[in-house]
C-alpha cells in the first residue's frame, strides 16, 4: 500500500454568516447577500481542493472543546440539526455526515501510544458542533468525502497558550502518522478565525455590509501580520509568535487549531495561497491554502 499523505491543509473560518449568506438547502434561515470577499475565496479554494481528490477531510475546531484529552467519532453516520448558539437566527442546518472510522480510530490510536488521553464517541444522538460542519459545508457543499472530525482539547490552553502549543503539536504528528499509514490522501481543516474580538450588537439586517468592518485597527495589523508571515512560508517564525497572537488579538487559534494542523504538515516553509480575508461581526477571517502541488513542492 502506497504512503498516505496530506495533500493540502487549508485554514477554514467557520462564522454561521457564511453559509446563512449561500442559501444552501440544508439551512433554514434565508438571507440576501452578505461576505461576499471570503465567500468568493471559499469558492476558489474549494475547486483546488476538488482537483486533489482527497479521500477524506479531518477537521479541528474550537466548537467541539474538550477538557478531559482528545475525543474522536467512532460511529460511521451522524445525522442531525446543527443550531449556532449565539446566531440561531442565521444558522440552522440539516446534516447527514460520513465519518471515516478507520481513520479517526487510527488517529486515537497514535495519540495512544504517545501517552495521550483520548475518547470514542459512540452516542447515535451525539451532536456534531457548529464550527466542524461550517468549515466542511464551505469546502465541499455536496458532502461526498468522508471525514474525520477532533475535537480540541483545551486543558492544556488553561495552563499557558505555550503547553497548549505543544499538545496540540503532538496531535498533529500523531495525526500525520496514522495518516502515512492509512494509504489515504488527506485534507486537513483548521476550523477558526484569525483576530476574534466581535461586536455585540447586530444590524437588524445581519447581512447588511455597511455595518461590517474589523473591531478595531490593533486586531487588523496583527491579522495583517500573520497573514504576510503565511504568505512568505514564515509559519515556524509564526508558530513561535503564536502564543502571543493569541493574547494580543484574542485570536480563536488559541483551541489549537492551526497549530495542529501546520505541525502535521510537517512546518511547510512554502508560501500559503491567500484566498480571501474579510471581518465577520468584527472578527478578522481567512480562507488560506497550503497546497505542496500548486507551490511546486511534493510530498
Ligand atoms: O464561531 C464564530 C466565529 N468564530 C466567528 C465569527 C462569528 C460567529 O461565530
Ligand atoms: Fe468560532
Known amino acids: ?31 440576501e447577500c452578505g461576505w461576499e470577499v471570503l465567500r468568493w475565496g471559499y469558492e476558489r479554494c474549494r475547486a483546488n481542493i476538488k482537483a486533489l481528490k482527497p479521500d477524506v477531510l479531518i477537521v479541528h475546531s474550537p466548537h467541539w472543546p474538550t477538557f478531559v484529552g482528545h475525543h474522536f467519532l467512532g460511529l460511521p453516520r451522524f445525522q442531525g440539526l446543527s443550531v449556532d448558539p449565539v446566531f440561531p437566527h442565521l444558522f440552522r442546518y440539516t ?24 475518547s470514542v464517541v459512540k452516542n447515535p444522538a451525539f451532536r456534531l458542533d457548529y464550527g466542524s460542519i461550517i468549515s466542511l459545508h464551505l469546502i465541499n457543499p455536496l458532502w461526498d468525502i468522508p471525514v474525520v472530525f ?11 497558550n505555550e503547553i497548549g502549543a505543544q499538545v496540540a503539536a503532538d496531535l498533529g ?22 483576530s476574534h474580538r466581535h461586536f455585540v450588537n447586530e444590524p437588524e439586517i445581519p447581512e447588511d455590509m455597511s455595518y461590517e468592518r474589523i473591531h478595531h485597527h490593533g486586531q487588523y495589523l496583527w491579522d495583517m501580520k500573520v497573514l504576510e508571515m503565511m504568505r512568505r512560508g514564515q509559519t515556524r ?28 504538515m510537517g512546518v511547510p516553509d512554502y508560501p500559503a495561497e491567500v484566498h480571501a480575508y474579510g471581518t465577520v461581526i468584527g472578527t478578522g477571517n481567512a480562507v488560506v491554502e497550503w497546497n505542496p502541488m500548486r507551490s511546486g513542492r511534493t510530498h
Open 1 to 31: 500500500m502506497a504512503k498516505g499523505s496530506i495533500v493540502a491543509g487549508v485554514l477554514a473560518p467557520h462564522p454561521p454568516h457564511l453559509v446563512y449568506a449561500e442559501n444552501p438547502p440544508q439551512n433554514e434561515p434565508r438571507a
Open 95 to 118: 446534516y447527514d455526515v460520513a465519518i471515516d472510522v478507520p481513520l479517526s480510530l487510527a488517529i486515537k490510536e497514535r495519540c495512544d501510544q504517545a501517552g495521550m488521553t483520548t
Open 150 to 160: 477532533i475535537s480540541a482539547n483545551q486543558a492544556a490552553f488553561y495552563y499557558s
Open 173 to 194: 504528528h500523531a495525526t500525520r502518522a496514522a495518516i502515512e499509514e492509512s494509504g489515504k490522501r488527506c485534507v486537513l481543516l483548521a476550523s477558526c478565525s484569525l
Open 237 to 264: 517564525e509564526l508558530l513561535d509568535i503564536m502564543p502571543e497572537f493569541i493574547e494580543m488579538a484574542t485570536s480563536e487559534v488559541k483551541a489549537g487549531c492551526l497549530t495542529w494542523m501546520l505541525e502535521a
